[in-house]
């Protein structure tokens, strides 16, 4: 719980507490403290307990649940990418194909020129560079 704060720390926090609230009143609040923690403690036990005995054998199973998989970059991910193939790796055949059938059918529809097959850019020149798109 505490992997952050070193003993160092927590002897600086006890000397403070020391000096604000006094060698006569420290006791009773790390009494008081202590009794809250309790406190707490006793009723997130007795809200498990409640979970458990209304939910029953579906308890067991929200204890198995990633919720990391329910942040929103992810579940849009999964939904956008889930019907999809594995995406083709950059430079491989497929993709250079899959690309150059795609600028085929553009042109023959007649929705632009003709473009370049993307596997025939010389590799010693820089891909083109649009400062207005970035």
Do not use: C
Not at 38 to 57: E, I, P, S
Not at 86 to 98: I, Q
């Amino acid at each position: 719980m505490f992997d952050s704060i070193g003993w160092g720390e927590i002897v600086v926090l006890a000397l403070a507490a020391l000096f604000i609230f006094g060698p006569d009143r420290l006791p009773s609040l790390a009494k008081d403290a202590a009794a809250g923690i309790k406190k707490v403690r006793d009723a997130v036990t007795g809200m498990r307990g409640q979970l458990h005995d209304t939910l029953g054998d579906d308890f067991d199973h929200l204890r198995d649940v990633d919720l990391r998989q329910y942040h929103p970059k992810t579940f849009i991910r999964q939904q956008l990418l889930a019907d999809d193939d594995v995406p083709a790796r950059r430079g491989s055949a497929t993709a250079a194909a899959a690309a150059n059938a795609a600028a085929a059918s553009a042109a023959a529809a007649g929705r632009g020129r003709p473009a370049q097959p993307v596997g025939s850019r010389d590799s010693s020149m820089p891909p083109p560079f649009d400062a207005d798109a970035t």
